[in-house]
């Protein structure tokens, strides 16, 4: 079955730099897109961006450009998101995110979600 | 970016009533060359990560009970939970995934009244 493991809660302080993993497995790593997607307590869901692991090809979303960095390690099965510069509004749970066959942007199986809290 | 808007952004109906939520694009996610339209609704129950419902706006992603059903194209998309069950308290979200960058809806919170 699909498995999305990700890393542990991580607490920053302002200006520092983030980097979550997330473990795959059950399926073929290189053959979907891996989006993150992140929420702020009480708020809704933001997408951040996307990478393909047969390519490393990413996107990404404009609030993000310069400040985030999608990899992975198709050996490992293993995509990272990392996030710099962190600021106090960081604060949010970040997921990962399986692509579902139909297209790209389509979701289908999420991690569980680590929580990012950025505090001085 | 496409923006995604949802109403209400709460709702309260009874057990066993009809729930509709309902999405707007800010432009089109209807391609033409295969007549579908890049929409998706999702189910986020506390303290877990969302789950996907429908898709292609209509098309119910395997497992999903039948009182769930999508509707609507172009700008205009709707969720309807034919009769609301417990289980169904939830936030949903509709998401466009037209674009290269995918958007979600801010989510719409259903209570039961």
Request: with cysteine; hydrophobic share 30%; aromatic share 12%.
């Amino acid at each position: 079955q699909v498995q999305l493991v990700q890393s542990g809660a991580e607490v920053k302080k302002p200006g520092a730099s983030v980097k979550v993993s997330c473990k795959a497995s059950g399926y073929t790593f290189t053959d979907h897109y891996m989006h993150w997607v992140r929420q702020a307590p009480g708020q809704g869901l933001e997408w951040m961006g996307w990478i393909k692991p047969n390519t490393g090809d990413t996107t990404y979303a404009q609030k993000f450009q310069g400040r985030v960095t999608m990899t992975r390690d198709t050996s490992m099965t293993t995509a990272y998101m990392e996030l710099n510069r962190l600021k106090s509004d960081d604060t949010a749970v970040y997921f990962c995110a399986r692509q579902a066959p139909p297209a790209p942007n389509l979701i289908d199986y999420w991690g569980l979600g680590t929580l990012v809290t950025v505090s001085s | 970016d496409i923006v995604m808007t949802q109403s209400p952004d709460s709702l309260a109906v009874s057990l066993g009533e009809r729930a509709t939520i309902n999405c707007k694009s800010s432009q089109s996610v209807l391609y033409s060359s295969n007549n579908k339209n890049y929409l998706a609704w999702y189910q986020q129950k506390p303290g877990q990560p969302p789950h996907l419902l429908i898709y292609w706006a209509s098309t119910r992603e395997s497992g999903v009970p039948e009182r769930f059903s999508g509707s609507g194209s172009g700008t205009d998309f709707t969720l309807t939970i034919s009769s609301l069950q417990a289980e169904d308290v939830a936030v949903y979200y509709c998401q466009q995934y037209f674009t290269t960058r995918g958007t979600f809806g801010q989510g719409t919170k259903l209570e039961i009244k």
